[in-house]
């Protein structure tokens, strides 16, 4: 009977080891390499493309592109309401969601990219993988800290319900990054070195074009802190024209052939037809006889109705009816992550500020632009000589006036950046003219976009910055973003 008992005993202990060596292995994934088994290059691929993909070119740009007026916002749903302002949309945690999850799974894949650079790591003492890393994480942080100010950062990838860090202190960290970056890709560039290949997908893995946008990120982040710091003008020149001695050209992903995959642009055109071309964009070509006009609002329905005019709600309720820019058709056309026209408009702007010559990148600003829209439309724009002559000698406000018409092709974030900067700053060059705006004796332009649900529902830290019941959201139409005069 002892030795009966006994068997029942080791045989109860053999049964709970083994269903807890079963319970152990249920959450591994055994049909993939784990992420420390992958060399980084591999990865490399994916950062870039959901960086231009998902972070730049998704509905964070869509539905700015509305509140810029640089599109119009048609089709009887989601981009109706947001031409129309309704807080239903405006506000929703919703809206940014797939993109603020997109975004922060993207800056895993990086943060995992970084790592393996490190001592030990899969991809030890490999430094232009390494700075291309750290230029992807400043982009898709930067981006995020823009449009929603305070956001999960130190924390974010280390814990399930992080902080949120204040937007001043990111940017100091994001310009501690990108300086580290440009040191990494300048040690990687003097040695040589291409440990990517064609999987970066971008620039082939050349370690010095990468660098060019390095400098060209860093002198973004510096403009965009101008309103705080009026000596990062200076700054913003000196990284720019790093960025211009590097033989920056622009960063733009063009793997894309029109048939078998699009931009992202052509691909929310194709599936929805939400977007429309403007006439707050339309009134600023005809005042200057502009030929870019030909192939930014096109009437690509044969409904008579070339652009609508902003927050027209007949225009916005119609469906298949409002035209639409002509490289919104073409899957081809590249999709900027940061174009050589922007980087020549932040010289320009800057120089004017600090009184020194703007002319030559003020030109070749327009002459990029030009080039983009033709490009990006498939049709020849010609007369680029007599309209810069005709425009004169650069202000300021034409200045910003030229990088507004350059960025309605697919840059609408960062004009949503620069006109939340000068409304800080008390000045006004892009009049808005959606009368939607304002309602009920309140502003319906958000000063900042919503969070992501997922956080809101699950991060109470979020949640609590986000708000509840009534007053969900409301601090979107009342407060600006630190960088443009708030405080979060």
Known sequence: MLKKLLYIAVLGLAVTSCS????????????????????????????????AYTTWGGAYAWYVSSYTEQTFGTGNNQLMKTELRQRTETAASTTYNNEWNGTYGNLMNIKQIIEKCQEGGLNAGQSDIEGIGQVLWVLCYELLTDVHGDIPYSEALVSKQPKLDKQED??????????????????????????????????????????????????????????????????????????IAAGFAGADLSIFN????????????????????????????????????????????????????????????????????????????????????ELHFILAEAKAKTGADATADFEA????????????????????????????????????????????????VQTYNDIRRYKAMGEEYITLKNSNNTGAGQNQWPLRLAYGNSDVVSNPNVAEAFGTGNDAGNYLFTENVWLFGGNR
């Open 365 to 412: 600003g327009i002459r990029a632009s030009f080039d983009d829209y033709a490009e990006a439309s498939t049709v020849d724009i010609d007369g680029v000589d007599a309209y810069i002559e005709a425009l004169g000698a650069p202000t300021v406000k034409e200045i910003m006036v030229q990088k507004y018409l350059a960025q309605a092709r697919d840059e609408q």
């Open 170 to 243: 990111i940017y100091k960290d994001l310009l501690k990054r990108i300086t580290d970056a440009e040191a990494k890709l300048q040690a990687a560039a003097d040695a040589g070195e291409n440990n990517c290949g064609n999987q970066d997908v971008l620039y082939g893995g050349d370690p010095a074009k990468w660098l060019g946008l390095a400098y060209a990120v860093e002198a973004r982040l510096q403009l965009n802190t101008t309103f705080r710091d009026n000596s990062a003008y200076a700054k913003a020149i000196t990284a720019a024209e790093a960025a």
């Open 20 to 51: 807890e060596d079963v319970m152990n292995k249920i959450n591994e994934d055994h049909n993939h390499p784990q992420p420390g088994a992958v060399n980084a290059r591999f990865q490399v691929t994916d950062a870039v493309i959901s960086t």
């Open 258 to 341: 029109g048939v078998d995959c699009d931009n992202s642009w052509a691909a929310y055109n194709w599936s929805r037809y939400y977007t429309g071309a403007n006439g707050t964009v339309v009134d600023l070509f005809a005042e200057r006889n502009d030929p870019r006009n030909d192939v930014y609002a096109v009437d690509e329905f044969d409904t008579g109705v070339a652009y609508a005019n902003a927050g027209d709600e007949a225009m916005a309720k119609a469906t298949e009816t409002v035209g639409y820019p002509l490289w919104l058709d073409n899957g081809a056309a590249k999709l900027h992550i940061f174009s050589l026209s």
